[in-house]
C-alpha cells in the first residue's frame, strides 16, 4: 500500500511547469470557444460584452481609476495568460502598451486553432474600461496589439 503513496520524481511538476500548462490550457479554452460561437454563428460582440460585464464585476470601480492604474492592470491580466508587453507609455490622462504574444498561438500549436480571431479578447476589458470610467481601444500593429486608456475626460 505505501508504494501507491509514492511519487515518481519523473512526473513531479515544477510551478513554472504549471504555470506554463495553465497558460495553454487556458488559451485553448477561451480560443476553442470562440470557435464553437462563431459555428453556431453567435456574435462575438455580444459574448464579449456579456463576459466583459462579468469580469468587471471583480474590479473595484468604488473609485476613480487613472489611465496607468487601468493599463498596468490590464497588462497584468494579460501577462497571466502569457503576454509580454516591452513597451508601456504613461501620460496624464492616457497610458498605452505594445503587447507582444497575446493571444500565442504558439502555445496551443497543433490543436487547429490558429485561424480563430483571438483579437477579440481584447474586447474583454471593455465594459470593464467603462465601470471604471476609462475609454479604451485596441488596434493590431503586426505581431503587436496597441492597446490605450484615457481617463473619461481625455
Known amino acids: 500500500m505505501d508504494e501507491l503513496n509514492e511519487i515518481d520524481d519523473s512526473l513531479a511538476f515544477t ?18 470557444t470562440i470557435r464553437f460561437l462563431q459555428e453556431k454563428g453567435i456574435d462575438l460582440t ?5 463576459l466583459s460585464r462579468e469580469f468587471a464585476k471583480g474590479w473595484d470601480t468604488s473609485e ?20 509580454d508587453a ?10 498605452n502598451a505594445r503587447v507582444e504574444l497575446f493571444p500565442d498561438y504558439d502555445r496551443v500549436d497543433g490543436m487547429g486553432l490558429a485561424d480563430v480571431p483571438g483579437d477579440v479578447l481584447f474586447d474583454l476589458f471593455g ?5 471604471c470610467g476609462i475609454q479604451w481601444s485596441w488596434r493590431r ?4 496589439v496597441l492597446i490605450e486608456a484615457r481617463t473619461g475626460s481625455a
Not at 455580444?46 to 456579456?50: G, I, K, N, R, Y
Open 64 to 83: 476613480t481609476w487613472s489611465a496607468d492604474e487601468f493599463i498596468d492592470a490590464v497588462l497584468l491580466n494579460l501577462q497571466a495568460f502569457g503576454a
Open 15 to 32: 510551478t513554472d511547469d504549471e504555470l506554463e500548462l495553465l497558460r495553454g490550457s487556458s488559451l485553448a479554452i477561451m480560443l476553442a
Open 127 to 131: 465594459e470593464v474600461a467603462r465601470a
Open 141 to 144: 500593429d503586426g505581431d503587436a
Open 46 to 50: 455580444e459574448w464579449t460584452s456579456a
Open 86 to 95: 516591452p513597451v508601456a507609455e504613461y501620460e496624464d490622462e492616457s497610458a
